[in-house]
């Protein structure tokens, strides 16, 4: 079964740069979730979108946006690159928004140096 | 969210049966409990969830005390690929994000 796909794998950044991580659903899943985990520590929400639209926000820095496009793919954006931004990104999918199963993909690892 | 207790970690012989605890005490009626598992640095793959009937799958089953406070997630046939980090979420039928905090790490021993 097709599943969640992310790109890139990997990604190096300097300091204040910009970065940008691309999540392309499960088929059929117009939901997205996008969530963080630095070393050593478990991974947190930053933000959902349903539809196109922003369906809940959590501990998403001001200095990272994101979207969901028609496609129902979503892109986080990420600026002025901190050092403490170095994790594993992680984006989920799911076939409806509120209580449904979400389906992780392979994460994208940022290391900013 | 309702928050979870779960042990810190655990080990299981190749073969034998894990199962892992979580309370959940402060759950509300509309909760679900949801099992995720990490093996390392991949992303979080569900296992199973349920309100309050036992589930079973083809990974584990889940069984739910009658109170709802507690639940056991069991794996019936561990194996070495089964060692990961477990988490036992509880969330909402309107909660959109997994609050995902500390978890088993269960260690599967030859």
């Known amino acids: 079964a097709a599943g969640v796909i992310q790109s890139p794998r990997h990604l190096i950044k300097e300091k204040r740069e910009t970065a940008t991580l691309k999540c392309y659903p499960i088929?059929?899943?117009?939901?997205v979730y996008w969530y963080q985990q630095g070393p050593g520590q478990d991974p947190q929400f930053l933000i959902s979108?349903?539809?196109?639209?922003?369906?809940d926000k959590g501990s998403i820095p001001d200095r990272f946006s994101a979207q969901q496009f028609s496609d129902y793919h979503s892109e986080l954006n990420m600026s002025s690159l901190e050092l403490g931004d170095s994790a594993l990104y992680f984006c989920?999918?799911?076939?409806?928004?509120?209580?449904?199963?979400?389906?992780f993909g392979p994460g994208t690892r940022l290391l900013v140096l | 969210d309702a928050k979870t207790t779960q042990p810190t970690s655990m080990d299981c012989a190749e073969g034998r049966a894990a199962n892992l605890p979580c309370n959940h005490s402060?759950?509300?009626?509309?909760?679900?409990v949801y099992w995720y598992r990490q093996i390392h640095s991949q992303g979080p793959q569900y296992i199973i969830h349920?309100?309050?009937n036992n589930e079973t799958n083809e990974m584990a089953s889940l069984i739910i005390t009658e109170d709802r406070k507690s639940s056991t997630l069991i794996l019936p046939h561990a194996t070495l690929r089964d060692t990961a980090v477990y988490y036992c979420?509880?969330?909402?039928?309107?909660?959109?994000?997994?609050?995902f905090g500390g978890g088993t790490r269960l260690m599967v021993k030859p």
């Open positions: 088929p059929r899943h117009d939901t």
């Open positions: 989920a999918s799911s076939l409806g928004a509120g209580a449904k199963t979400q389906y």
């Open positions: 349920g309100l309050k």
């Open positions: 402060t759950i509300s009626g509309n909760e679900y």
């Open positions: 979108f349903y539809e196109k639209m922003q369906s």
């Open positions: 979420i509880v969330r909402d039928n309107a909660g959109n994000m997994l609050t």
